[in-house]
């Protein structure tokens, strides 16, 4: 997927500052001169550093930007992440987007963290979903594996993924194996992934050929120890549990021994981390 994100820097400006920014513009000096630090207010993983220096070059490409602490990185309260310094009309202009950007990445990157966490000590790694901001879904990503977690397909190009709608709409196993075989054929690079709502769909579904992965929605513990143990010795399909996960239980699913567990909250219910942009004497 094409990194769209100096787009999204051109229309989070264009939103904010329209045709001017008033306040700056009447209040500040056109010669005042400031330095500013990104501070850490909460303990957390950080994202989008680099893209909150592009959004303060944008739109002055005269400040003096510097990234302090590089993405992925696990932060203490009062860490500085970003110095910039030079017109101080166009550090104001441009302190809200950068915010904004950052503070949602890194939001992301750290409740990720939690949850890799949360499975440290077993097999299953923790992905993403498809339900991202819409037009963030590089950089969203992107957060995920800075605080640890795996990508999920990007979009619906890169992975087959059957869900029931598909099944019941194809109608019968011989006619989606068959599909599942053009596909290979036409395609060997994209993987192949089925979800599975109970156990008999599971002993079905292993019995196919060309599955990558099967996905075991909303089962319980116990249905997914079993998914894992109908599989037995094989390496293939990778098992992946889905389903209404969170922190609470996320520990419980990964000591099935599933491969993945993907969590949409992730990205879509991701708080802010809390980051600020303070004025120093320059």
Avoid: W
Wanted: hydrophobic residues 45%.
């Amino acid at each position: 997927m094409k990194d769209n994100s100096g787009l999204l820097i051109e229309c989070a400006l264009s939103e904010d500052i329209g045709g001017g920014d008033v306040t700056s513009l009447y209040f500040i000096p056109s010669d005042r001169k400031a330095r500013a630090f990104m501070t850490v207010r909460r303990e957390g993983v950080v994202s989008g550093v680099d893209l909150a220096a592009r959004v303060f070059s944008r739109v002055d490409p005269g400040l003096e930007v510097e990234v302090l602490i590089p993405d992925g990185s696990r932060v203490s309260e009062g860490a500085l992440l970003l110095r910039v310094e030079g017109q101080a009309r166009s550090i104001l202009t441009a302190e809200r987007t950068a915010l904004n950007f950052i503070q949602k990445l890194s939001g992301v990157a750290t409740l990720t963290a939690e949850y890799v966490e949360a499975v440290k000590g077993t097999r299953a790694r923790i992905l993403d979903t498809r339900k991202t901001t819409p037009a963030y879904r590089v950089l969203e990503k992107q957060a995920v594996v800075h605080g640890g977690g795996m990508n999920h397909r990007m979009g619906l190009y890169d992975r087959v993924m059957l869900k029931d709608n598909h099944l019941i709409a194809e109608g019968g196993l011989e006619a989606i194996q068959a599909m599942i075989r053009r596909v290979k054929a036409d395609k060997p690079g994209i993987g192949v992934e089925l979800e599975a709502d109970d156990i008999a769909q599971v002993r079905k579904f292993l019995a196919m050929e060309c599955v990558d992965h099967i996905l075991l929605d909303n089962m319980s513990p116990q249905e997914l120890s079993e998914a894992v143990e109908l599989r037995g010795e094989r390496v293939s399909p990778m098992l992946e549990a889905s389903g209404g996960v969170t922190l609470d239980s996320v520990h419980e699913i990964a000591l099935t021994g599933v491969d993945f567990i993907s969590v949409g909250a992730i990205t879509h219910s991701a708080p802010a981390l809390d980051i600020g942009l303070d004025f120093t004497p320059a």
